[in-house]
């Protein structure tokens, strides 16, 4: 089914987006900006996007929220004057170079080690399971697992977490991952950017991503007053969602950004 079949197209949003006081507009990264690859490392900013971005953040707030790691997400969207979050919203550098890490965050980070060695011996066992070691989360992959040992994958994460706390399991696409158990997610840092925004007389907020981990910021989005902009990118659409918008794919992603760049321009030159 078409994602247009169940939900507006996000371009019916962009002249609302265009009209008030400067937007701001947040991302995810994998499956959003860039097309999900078999190896992370892969996932590659193509330029024309990089550049779009660019010119979107001389007209609105931008920011790049990601599961990755500060400093990966940092390397791969390499733009300056713009926002990014890794670790899901654990670790933020804003557009002025600060930076914020969730409290307690520092404390976590013994455990995390060896619960990533127990990780990753039983990775090993797995063929075609790949084990990331992020700041604040184990992730292990399984994109290039037979099918029949994905369950596999899941137990071990699950069997791990449960001899340490301070972790939960948490799913993505194609990728299981231990994290800090701390009331943190999207959610939260995009309520706590879009409030800080409109506080500074910021006028609309969207948000685009593609995977489970984007819903609680789709949440946090429809849960302002006045609603934000939540926009799903990619096949998801067709399931349940909190988004209200739909994008079929990364590159309706930078059709829609172009867009909303040539929409801002009109209206602010
Ligand atoms: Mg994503």
Do not use: C, N
């Not at 699950?158 to 993505?172: H, I, K, S, W």
């Not at 910021?217 to 096949?235: C, K, M, N, R």
């Amino acid at each position: 089914m078409s994602p247009d079949a169940l939900l507006p197209s996000a371009f019916e949003a962009i002249p609302a987006l265009a009209a008030g006081g400067r937007p701001a507009v947040f991302l995810d990264y994998d499956g959003t900006l860039t097309p999900i690859v078999a190896r992370p490392e892969l996932a590659v900013l193509d330029p024309a996007v990089r550049g779009i971005v660019r010119r979107l953040s001389e007209y609105a707030e931008v920011a790049v929220v990601s599961g990755r790691d500060l400093e990966d997400v940092r390397r791969l969207v390499d733009l300056d004057g713009i926002t990014v979050a890794g670790s899901h919203g654990f670790e933020v550098r804003r557009a002025d170079g600060t930076r914020v890490v969730h409290a307690g965050g520092e404390d976590l980070l013994p455990a995390l080690a060896s619960a990533g060695d127990a990780l990753e011996q039983g990775v090993r066992a797995i063929t075609g399971a790949r084990m990331e070691r992020k700041r604040f989360a184990l992730a292990v992959h399984y994109r290039e697992v037979a099918e029949e040992h994905h369950a596999e994958v899941i137990g071990l994460a699950a069997t791990v977490a449960r001899a340490y706390p301070e972790l939960r399991v948490g799913r993505g696409k194609m990728v299981v991952e231990l994290r800090p158990d701390a009331e943190w997610h999207k959610g939260r840092l995009v309520a706590a950017l879009a409030s800080e925004h409109r506080g500074s007389g910021g006028g609309a907020v969207a948000y685009l991503g593609d995977d489970v981990t984007d819903e609680d910021a789709f949440v946090a989005i429809e849960d302002l007053e006045p609603p934000g902009y939540a926009i799903i990118v990619g096949e998801r659409a067709s399931q349940a969602t909190a988004a209200r918008y739909a994008l079929p794919d990364v590159e309706g992603t930078a059709a829609w950004l172009t867009a909303l760049v040539d929409a801002l321009q009109v209206d602010r030159d």
